[in-house]
């Protein structure tokens, strides 16, 4: 789950974007500039009126009035003609930073270590890159330049309306204080209700995705009422925290609408008596008072406004909590080594005092890998075996270093692997998953996911040895599209693919967390026939709970407590461990049960 949120101002948190800024900050400012002329535009608006009515009303001078209609008529295109300018400006560049940022969160989000995707649930992070950024890019295009052009307009307008009677220009500003008293409040309420919305918007997000992704499983247990009951709730709490959200939205627009209003009424009689005295002209008092309606939305628009505002930086606070997260190690850039002429002893895969804590696990606990010790010879198939939860597959995951080991270390042909480039691990060591997960495209390019340099040769190649030739009875052979997750093949099929995918590289190591796991017998057969052919050409660890896949090693080890607690064939373990025979006992016992049905 995200870090508990901490309050931070609101400007802090905006001013976190201006790096994405400052490559558009000349459009962005210009269109700021441009906005600033167009409403203080507005304002000469009711100074041409006083003339008008001063002057040609008063002295019944026709072509003196259809000049000043014209002038406003000229103010007025203007004033259009420079905000659709200021419009045109930004929109282009504000949505080339929403891409950046995007592009920005996807790359760091990859590079994210696997433990934090352990962490965080999915939806939250789809919510972050999509709403978010939407919110941000609506910040910068719209708020940002209208807090800025509308605190100017403000001031100016102002400045005017104490020009012409200060006594009245006082009346006005009698309201500034509550005013700003209650955007203070407004503001303080209103960042705590956007960012729990946010958090919200991404459970709900997380909620829909996992029903879409397990529809399977929802459909088949009957389990849509109970998802659809949970999926209500969460509505309903967001609906509750909007509504929050409107009811402050509601109050301070309630302020920041009447107490102007009133100040307005009050001047408008205290003027009405000055002209009936003959002190005020009534060209001013009409200027006067247009002045005060042309800034009734710019005072009007500062709550919507503060509203986006942190609507705005909120998100920006979710964005940043993601890419403040550090990303995986690199590696330090050892130069690569040749191979060839090591000792034997060194070539292979070794574990070494390999101690693994998950970084969540309480404190308390033992830790998931006590300190393993085990070396897989070059060429070696090394079949782990162990209790469920003993740790098989956190072992293998430590290998192409989607966790990092809490001590210890591993060794490929004697280099630790903590010092290569992690582009030259990726090279040395495949893996597959227990669960074959493919992507939306086409089955060939989901095989050569696995090397960045594999051609077509090899495609065939790995097709070949991993027994997936079916891919060329697809209706486009392997440009065939696979569909999301490659769900409109056979799990067998995916399993193959996701084997072809491991060896198109022809990596030296080859890690699988049981690969045959889940399938039916006949296809199990079909895939183990592919995974014979894959081990013979390279040196692999893997997870196996059958007797079946632990035929395809050379030998077994067995994980027990943390530790390597046995090595040896199949037939030595199965003759002198007792916890090594039990397990396979009830394995083949299951295994036996499967094949008579
Ligand atoms: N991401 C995680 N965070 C914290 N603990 C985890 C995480 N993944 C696994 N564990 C814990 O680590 C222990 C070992 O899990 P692991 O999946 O490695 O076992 P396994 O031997 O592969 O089990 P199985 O045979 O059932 O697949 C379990 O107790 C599990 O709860």
Redesign the pocket.
């Known amino acids: 789950m995200p870090p508990a949120n901490k309050r931070r101002s609101a400007v802090r948190s905006l001013l976190r974007l201006w790096p994405y800024v400052l490559p558009v900050r000349t459009r962005v400012f210009g269109a700021a500039a441009v906005a600033v002329v167009a409403s203080c535009l507005g304002l000469v608006i009711p100074l041409v009126l006083k003339w008008i009515v001063d002057g040609p009303v008063a002295d019944r001078d026709p072509a003196g009035v259809w000049l000043g209609g014209g002038m406003l008529l000229a103010l007025g295109v203007a004033e259009a003609l420079l905000f659709g300018l200021r419009r045109w400006l930004v929109a282009r560049p504000l949505a080339g930073v929403e891409a950046a940022m995007r592009a920005d969160l996807y790359r760091h989000l990859q590079r994210l270590p696997?433990?934090f995707h352990?962490r965080w649930a999915s939806g939250q992070l789809l919510s972050r890159g999509t709403t978010d950024l939407m919110l941000l890019r609506m910040f910068l295009a719209f708020p940002m330049t209208f807090l800025l052009v509308n605190g100017v307009t403000i001031i100016a307008g102002f400045g005017i309306l104490l020009s012409q009677r200060w006594s009245l220009g006082l009346v006005l500003l009698a309201p500034v204080l509550p005013l700003v008293a209650g955007c203070f409040l407004f503001e303080k309420k209103y960042f705590k209700v956007a960012r729990r919305a946010q958090d919200q918007v991404g459970d709900l997000t997380t909620v829909v995705e996992e029903s879409v992704l397990g529809i399977r499983i929802i459909k088949g247990f009957g389990r849509h009422r109970s998802q659809a009951r949970a999926f209500r709730e969460l509505t309903r709490t967001l609906r509750g925290t909007e509504l929050n959200k409107a009811r402050l939205l509601s109050a301070i627009m309630a302020l920041i609408t009447t107490l102007p209003e009133l100040a307005i009424g009050i001047a408008l009689v205290l003027g009405s008596v000055q002209v009936a005295d003959g002190d005020l002209s009534a060209g001013t008092l009409v200027a006067f008072l247009s002045t005060a309606l042309a800034l009734r939305w710019p005072v009007e628009s500062i709550g919507f406004l503060l509203a986006i505002s942190n609507d705005a930086a909120s998100a920006a606070d979710r964005f940043f909590e993601v890419m403040d997260e550090k990303p995986a190690a690199a590696g330090d850039a050892a130069p690569r080594q040749r191979t060839k002429s090591l000792p034997a002893q060194q070539a292979g895969m070794s574990f070494d005092g390999v101690v693994f804590r998950?970084?969540?696990?309480p404190p308390d606990t033992p830790a998931?890998i006590e300190g393993v010790d085990l070396h897989i010879r070059h060429g070696e198939t090394m079949a782990l075996v162990?209790?469920?939860?003993?740790?098989?597959?956190?072992?293998t995951?430590l290998v192409p270093r989607l966790y990092e080991p809490t001590s210890g270390r591993i060794t490929l042909d004697g280099r630790d692997i903590t010092a290569m480039p992690r582009e030259e691990l990726r090279e040395l060591v495949a893996v597959a998953f227990?669960e074959p997960t493919l992507f939306s495209a086409s089955a060939g390019e989901n095989v050569l996911m696995g090397a960045a340099s594999a051609e077509e040769h090899d495609l065939l190649r790995a097709l070949d040895v991993a027994q997936a030739s079916f891919v060329h009875d697809l209706p486009d052979g392997h440009a065939t599209q696979v569909g999301e997750q490659g769900l409109s093949l056979s799990g067998g099929q995916r399993q193959r693919l996701a084997l072809a995918r491991a060896i198109v590289g022809r990596p030296r190591f080859l890690v699988l967390?049981?690969p045959l796991s889940a399938l039916d017998v006949h296809t199990e057969a079909l895939v183990e026939a592919a995974l014979r052919r894959v081990l013979a050409e390279t040196t692999a660890l893997v997870?196996a709970?059958r007797p079946s896949t632990v035929l395809l090693a050379d030998r077994v080890a067995l994980?027990s407590g943390g530790r390597i607690a046995a090595v040896g064939t199949h037939d030595e373990l199965l003759h002198g461990n007792a916890e090594y025979r039990e397990l396979m006992s009830g394995a083949e016992a299951q295994e036996q049960e499967a094949i008579s049905r």
């Open positions: 696997v433990s352990d998950y970084p969540d696990a998931t162990g209790a469920t939860g003993s740790g098989k597959t956190t072992l995951a227990e967390d049981d997870v709970h994980l």
